[in-house]
């Protein structure tokens, strides 16, 4: 059994972005609006957010 997470693909082409934020960071998904697999997840840093 794999312990990596893997990207999934699927062939839908509708797929949306959202943010998830933590204090400072957030976690930016990429999920297509057909399935629903998650197909990238992004972690990055707001810095509109420092404050
Ligand atoms: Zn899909």
Do not use: A, V
């Not at 999934?8 to 934020?21: A, M, V």
Request: aromatic residues 16%.
């Amino acid at each position: 059994m794999l312990s990596i997470i893997r990207r999934l693909f699927c062939n839908h082409t509708d797929c949306f972005s959202y943010r998830k934020y933590n204090d400072f960071d957030f976690t930016e998904y990429n999920k297509c609006s057909k399935c629903g697999k998650i197909l990238d997840c992004i972690k990055g840093f707001d810095e509109d957010l420092r404050g």
